[in-house]
């Protein structure tokens, strides 16, 4: 498969080819998604919930989020690659922005980088922008202000509330961004934010109207446990965990009864050295 790049998702959005989009977090996870014919993977923030175990996004580091990006990067041949900016990384500041940007780039080595926030954010991305890191934007529910938005809701559905989010689709454009992920926005909303753009929107719980999708891989996987809370956007498209814990019993119960090692996942020696050992 051809390098996917900046000019590839343009074509594909020009010519109303949906973008695909899933996140992964570590050599595996990014190795799959790029096998399986991925346009972006992105390293999400949301990391620190599927994968460290967290309550949300909150205490995420720039040095996670970096270890992850390298992993991934390492296992991706020809998807475009790109790096969330965790909280506290960029919103100080549009120079302290560029800094994390940067470092995520060389050090993570991502293709771009995502950022949450609208059009109090323009100049932030702009900033990035200009030096030449691709940007996609963020909003809607942005999971990193979840206190500020009493949890995590539907966004945009009050006129008012939608018109907010027109005005922070085009201020993201504006600042020079290739993309702008929408999540968990009713689909209309998102149609008609879809259709006014001239960049492609990811939709998450967005409906399907959007340029593309995006979904959190250990989520539509079905890599947690049972009973676990799913956003209603998340369609399960496999069974990981209960293939993962189907492997690890029959495993554990082989060791128990000693079926496991079988004489053909073990070594030869010559006879006569183990009899001259035994001696
Ligand atoms: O962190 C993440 O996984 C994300 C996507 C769900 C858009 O930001
Ligand atoms: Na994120």
Redesign the pocket.
Known sequence: RKKVTLQTLQSMYKKGEPIT?L?AYDFPSAHVADHAGMDII?V????AMVSMGLED?SEVSMEEMIFAARSAARATKSSFLVG?LPMGSYEISPEQALASSIHMIKTGRTHAI?L?GGASLAPTISKITSAGIPVLG?IGLT?QRQNSLGGFRVQGKTTAGAMALLEDAFAVQDAGAFGV?L?AIPPQIAEIITRKLRIPT?G?GAGASCSGQ???QTDMLGNFPPGRYLPKFVKRFGDVWAESLKGIEAYGEEVKNRTYPAKEHTYDVKDEVVANFEK
């Not at 999400?44 to 990391?47: E, K, M, N, R």
Request: cysteine-free.
């Open positions: 989009m996140t992105l999400g923030d949301s990391l996004t969330d995502k949450e963020h999971p992920v999540e990811i998450i995006v979904l959190v």
